[in-house]
C-alpha cells in the first residue's frame, strides 16, 4: 500500500468522521449547540476540500494509484453517509433523503465491483452527473449542519433541505444512469 500526501490526505478525510460524530456528544457545557453546527461545518468543509486537493495533488504529483482511487471514493461516501445520519438524528433530514443517497451508494459501488468482475468497469466509470450529485450534497450539507440564520436573513436550514433534495433527485438520477450503461453489458450474464 502506497503512502503519499494525496493518501495522507484521504485518509485525514476518514479520520475526520469520527471528529464530525462526536462533537454532538459533547455537553452543552463544553460547547454550545451553535459552536458545535460550527464546529461541525468546519471539519465537514475542511474534508471536502481535501476532496478536491488529494486528486489535484495525486495528478500534480504524478503520485496517483490503485489504492488512492480505491480509497478516494470510499472516504467520500463514509463522510457523506455519516453526516446524514447525524442530521437524521438531529431531525435535520429527512428519513427518505438518507435512504436515497446512502442506499445509491451502496447500490453503485456493488455495481462497480459486479462489473468489474465482468471486466467492464469503464461502463460504469464517474459522469458528470455523478459529479453533480456529489457537489449538491457537499453544498447541501454544511447548510444543515450549521442550521442557523445568518447575516439575519440567510436561513440555513431552509436552503440546506431545498439542496438535499436537490442531492436526492442527482442521486437518483445518477443511479438510474450508471444502471442503465450497465444493463447492455449484464444482459445474459446473470445467474
Given at each position: ?87 437524521l438524528n438531529l431531525d435535520r433530514v429527512q ?97
Amino acid at each position: 500500500m502506497p503512502f503519499n500526501l494525496p493518501i495522507a490526505l484521504t485518509w485525514l478525510r476518514v479520520a475526520a468522521i469520527p471528529l464530525l460524530v462526536a462533537i454532538f456528544y459533547l455537553p452543552n457545557t463544553w460547547l454550545t449547540p451553535f459552536d458545535k453546527n460550527l464546529f461541525a461545518v468546519v471539519i465537514f468543509i475542511s474534508a471536502a476540500i481535501t476532496d478536491w486537493l488529494d486528486g489535484f495533488l495525486a495528478r500534480r504529483l504524478k503520485q496517483e494509484s490503485a489504492f488512492g482511487q480505491f480509497l478516494d471514493p470510499v472516504a467520500d461516501k463514509l463522510i457523506v453517509a455519516a453526516a446524514l445520519l447525524v442530521l437524521l438524528n438531529l431531525d435535520r433530514v429527512q428519513v427518505w433523503v438518507a435512504l436515497v443517497i446512502i442506499g445509491r451508494e451502496i447500490t453503485i459501488s456493488a455495481l462497480r465491483e459486479w462489473m468489474a468482475l465482468l471486466g467492464a468497469g469503464k461502463s460504469v466509470a464517474v459522469h458528470m452527473v455523478g459529479k453533480l450529485k456529489t457537489t449538491a450534497q457537499l453544498v447541501a450539507i454544511p447548510f444543515l449542519l450549521l442550521n442557523d440564520t445568518l447575516f439575519g436573513w440567510l436561513d440555513c436550514a431552509k436552503i440546506g433541505t431545498w439542496l438535499i433534495w436537490i442531492a436526492a433527485f442527482l442521486t437518483l438520477w445518477s443511479m438510474f444512469y450508471y444502471l442503465k450503461k450497465a444493463l447492455p453489458q449484464l444482459a445474459g450474464k446473470i445467474d
